[in-house]
């Protein structure tokens, strides 16, 4: 079987699996360059980190009984093709899945969509924006497919969008959460730009 890249795991949230107690383990690559990416050395794909799947596998084996779920974020999850069986074997473990996911592979979200118990989906800006904020074009499109993809599931999701005024105007803020409510989306989070101003 063929094993994810991992940058690094969180042994422990409270916060990113709602309602219940996981472990994060974050993807290492992501094709997007966002402008207040947090977490550049996820970036790289083949960049060398201290942690293999092996490793989380063997901290996950002994957390059985005690955590809820696992969470795959990153970086972008899936950019990875191992991500279905990483997954799978979770699953065998007896954990929940969540993934944290910025939309940009609907293909490969619809593969994983049947093991997956919530989706974080980050929506990065309104579509006019979307290219500057995340470095690449036409993404969009793809995380608006992956958005209706999500919802035809009725897999449990919340979308989110990282704001801060330095990025563009509050008014575009509020018109992108009422185009996402006439999508049919009833849980949407604004989230704040570390460091930036609110
Ligand atoms: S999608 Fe996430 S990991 Fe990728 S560049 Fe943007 S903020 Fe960073």
Redesign the pocket.
Known sequence: MAEPRVGGLTPLTTIDFPGRLAAVVFCQG?P???V?????H??PADAATDWSWGKVRDFLSRRRGLLDGVVFS???PTLQAALPDAMREMRDMGFEIALHT?GMYPDRLAAVLPLVDWVGL?IKAPADRHDAI?GAPGGHARVMASLDLIRASGVDYQCRTTWAAELYGEAELTALAESLARRGVRDWSRQPLRGGKQ
Do not use: S, T
């Open positions: 992501c997007w360059r966002c207040y990416c947090h977490n550049p996820l970036i990153g970086g972008e910025a980050d995340v």
